[in-house]
């Protein structure tokens, strides 16, 4: 019995060479994870743990075992089949993953990715699909504000997973899937709902654990960054130009449900904990966020040799919103984004500035070395500036109003030709640093007579005294003042002394006739027949607005956007219909702000007063007389604005003598008047219509008996009278052109001319067929006037036969 126990057992005992080459095939076989449940066993030391990449990328992994395991043959038999057969051979020839500073899907993803932030990072579930991740799967799932531990457990039954949820999750989901997807797809599928739900999922084991995304940061084994065990991670970020609490206030709106930000241990870091999906927008943020700002300026540092720094700073910052730039010193509250910052260190003497660009520092040092000059700066000259573009008077009223200035100016009289001088007075109030409120009064009642100033005001460019004389014959300044004033008086006046803008204004007057078609006036017949044109009419009154458009209430708009001349195709449209007549086609041009004058008429006497003496003779009556200017009188005045668009002032005025039938002096006309006053805007080239001043005349043709017609009274009882009306309105187009150069004025000149000359030909042509419609219509009168008589004989013939029978 005891031997075959014995005998039993030798049997059942492997040989001490079989273990031997055991022990040498475990490690092999557990690193490729064939024998899983050996690499369970194994231990939890966390240096022989370790996570797989996905299969793509199996060759990042760095070799740092020079030994390399044998290829070892998979059993296919059973649940395996050819495609994992070939991922596990080659998952058998990859190199011992050692120690790692990162897990291997980190060291993945930062080396394909080159460690930005943003690049794709392991999810906690890629243990799960490592092998099976395209495998399609069929789901259909149907949730309505159901709990998510339902759901949770839907998910699990089809991923083949097990879990542990908190307590504390008290979420309903509502999820509608019924498509075949694949593992993968199913995967993300779940992690953007626990996100939705704000859930948060962390790998413990063979477990998922589920909790609250709240409790994340609470988690004993979350790790810092993602480590791929869960889909929250945790990242550092250190500041280098913000502070942390800048960071945190513009961090939190962008945050998770349930994520967190706060301020870390050390100076300016910043801790975050959130989704593994939001962690790269995030980072993104703090990168944009946390940019240099001003310390990337370009600066200067400028030596000063004759004035204080803090002196000149303080002339700089006055000087700099005047040309448009504002000015940052120590001593400013609010600093504004992108002020010019300017301080002096006056112990170095020097001067320490930056801007946004390199051309506003140079821009500085120019002023810095014109503040710090070497001459006597307190010490007042006389200099005369030579006005070139402007006019002395208009440069001496700006300068007043940045200066403290006193003097005259000196204009010339037009109409008379005699100059005048007026006075040049400024009275200004400042405030000093310390609170209080000083004024400065200047005047001068002589030539000697000394500036009165109270000491309270702060001496600096502005508040210094300055007397100018505006010579306006010569058009030159006169100015006395301190070296360091005049040099910024002349920067200013070189900016201001500018040429002004000019406007080419074209103007056609024309007289349409209105016949039984448009008898309510060419707008209205034309409206909505624009042809190539673009128009708009004075009916739209509801929808004025400011600005340039259509909307040009009284008056109406035509543009050819091809054809700026296209204001003479519609005239020849109108003479096509109509009988036109030109009454004038002037063009000026003006400045920009200057009152343009366009007059054709005549000067009509009117009688103001009569005086009779007792010692002249008896009935003799003496009148005095004034004279009213009648015709067409139109006034212009055109601004260019900055836009380049043509604001116009217009007063147009059609006036005429007519005989006085209202009061018994005969002598006195009556002056008719249409008169039209708007402001309006146009576009550069454009041209404007204003139209609606209808008049209507009587007229009385008389046929009668020569010389008999000369007789009152008998020429109209032996003679026909044919009474007839006549309505005409006038017509006028005004188009602006901005001038900047001599060139384009001349050829725009030549081209007006040319359609002038066209039109003027093609009215004389009109006028021919007029003149032909006339010959032709008296024609016809006369042939039916010689019928008319010779029905009249032969009426008055039959008549006198019948008396002749009669007295027979």
Not at 83 to 89: P, R, V
Not at 257 to 270: D, H, I, K, Y
Not at 546 to 575: C, H, M, Q, S, V
Not at 717 to 746: A, C, H, P, W
Request: aromatic share 6%; charged share 25%.
């Amino acid at each position: 019995m005891k031997n075959n126990i014995s005998e039993s057992a030798r049997k059942n005992v492997w040989p001490l060479w079989q273990l031997a080459l055991a022990a040498l095939l475990l490690p092999i076989l557990t690193s490729c994870e064939i024998l899983p449940d050996l690499q369970e066993e194994k231990s939890d030391d966390p240096d022989y743990k370790f996570d797989f990449i996905d299969r793509n990328n199996n060759e990042q992994y760095k070799e740092q075992d020079p030994i390399k395991p044998d290829n070892v043959s998979v059993d296919t038999s059973g649940k395996r089949n050819e495609k994992l057969q070939k991922q596990a051979e080659k998952l058998s020839t990859a190199p011992y993953p050692g120690k790692y500073d990162k897990t291997p899907v980190e060291a993945a993803a930062s080396s394909k990715h080159g460690g930005k932030p943003g690049a794709r990072k392991s999810r906690f579930y890629e243990d799960f699909i490592l092998f099976d991740a395209d495998s399609p799967v069929e789901v259909s799932m149907s949730f309505a504000t159901a709990p998510i531990l339902d759901v949770l457990s839907a998910f699990a039954d089809v991923l083949e997973f097990n879990f542990v949820a908190s307590s504390d999750l008290r979420s309903t989901v509502t999820l509608n899937v019924n498509s075949t997807m694949t593992r993968r797809e199913l995967w993300e599928t779940f992690d953007r709902m626990l996100q939705l739900a704000n859930a948060a999922a962390h790998k413990d084991g063979q477990l998922l654990r589920i909790t609250a995304a709240a409790q994340t940061p609470r988690q004993g084994d979350l790790r810092v960054a993602n480590n791929g065990s869960g889909n929250s991670e945790i990242v550092f970020h250190m500041l280098k130009n913000i502070t942390a609490r800048e960071a945190l206030n513009q961090l939190r709106p962008f945050l998770m449900a349930g994520g967190t930000v706060m301020e870390g241990s050390r100076p300016n870091m910043v801790l975050v904990c959130d989704s593994s999906d939001n962690i790269p927008k995030l980072q993104s943020i703090l990168e944009i966020i946390d940019n240099p700002g001003r310390k990337n300026w370009p600066r200067a540092v400028i030596p000063c040799v004759n004035i204080q720094p803090s002196k000149i700073a303080a002339d700089l910052s006055q000087i700099l919103p005047v040309l448009g730039f504002t000015a940052a010193t120590p001593s400013t509250r609010g600093e504004t984004p992108g002020s010019v910052y300017i301080t002096g260190i006056d112990r170095l003497q020097l001067l320490v500035t930056s801007a946004a660009t390199e051309e506003v520092v140079n821009m500085v040092r120019e002023w810095v070395s014109t503040l710090d000059s070497n001459d006597s700066e307190e010490e007042e000259r006389v200099y005369v500036y030579k006005v070139a573009n402007s006019k002395a008077q208009q440069l001496a009223q700006a300068l007043s109003v940045i200066f403290t200035t006193q003097g005259s100016s000196l204009t010339v009289d037009t109409s008379s030709g005699n100059s005048r001088t007026q006075q040049l007075t400024t009275q200004t109030t400042k405030v000093s640093n310390s609170g209080n409120t000083g004024s400065a009064a200047f005047s001068r009642a002589g030539t000697n007579n000394d500036l009165n100033t109270t000491t309270t005001v702060q001496s600096n460019i502005f508040t210094t005294p300055v007397r100018i004389f505006a010579d306006g014959i010569y058009n030159r300044m006169v100015i006395r003042t301190t070296p360091r004033v005049y040099r910024v008086m002349k920067a200013l006046l070189e900016r201001l002394d500018s040429v002004p803008a000019q406007v080419l204004l074209q103007v056609l007057i024309v007289e349409v006739g209105l016949n039984d078609g448009n008898e309510f006036g060419v707008e209205f017949n034309f409206k909505g027949s624009g042809g190539g044109t673009l128009t708009s009419y004075g009916t739209n009154y509801s929808q004025l607005h400011p600005g340039a458009g259509t909307d040009t209430g009284a008056n109406f708009y035509i543009a050819n956007p091809n054809d700026p001349d296209e204001k003479f195709a519609y005239i020849r449209a109108l003479a096509s219909r109509n009988k036109i007549k030109i009454i004038s086609s002037p063009q000026l041009l003006v400045s920009s702000n200057t009152e343009a004058k366009i007059q054709i008429g005549d000067s009509v006497p009117l009688v103001t007063g009569s005086i009779s003496s007792s010692e002249s003779v008896a009935g003799q009556v003496t009148n005095s007389y004034t004279y009213r200017e009648t015709g067409i009188i139109m006034t212009m005045t055109p601004q260019v604005t900055s836009s380049d668009l043509i604001s116009l002032e217009i007063k147009q005025e059609v006036s005429e003598p007519v005989t006085n039938t209202i009061t018994t002096a005969k002598d006195t006309p009556v002056i008719q008047k249409r008169e039209i006053e708007t402001s309006m805007t146009i576009a550069n080239g454009k041209t404007m219509i204003m139209g609606g001043m209808i008049q209507e005349k009587v007229a009385d043709d008389l046929n009668s008996i020569p010389l008999i017609s000369d007789i009152p009274f008998l020429g109209r009882i032996f003679g026909n009278t044919n009474q007839s009306k006549s309505r005409t309105e006038m017509l006028v187009l005004v188009t602006g052109y901005i001038v900047d150069e001599k060139g384009k004025v001349e050829d725009m000149v030549k081209r007006y001319n040319e359609a002038v000359k066209s039109l003027s030909k093609f009215e004389g042509e009109i006028a021919e067929a007029h003149a032909e419609d006339l010959i032709r219509e008296a024609r016809i009168r006369l042939e039916k006037a010689e019928k008319k008589a010779r029905k009249d004989a032969e009426k008055a013939a039959e008549k006198a036969r019948d008396a002749g029978e009669k007295d027979k």
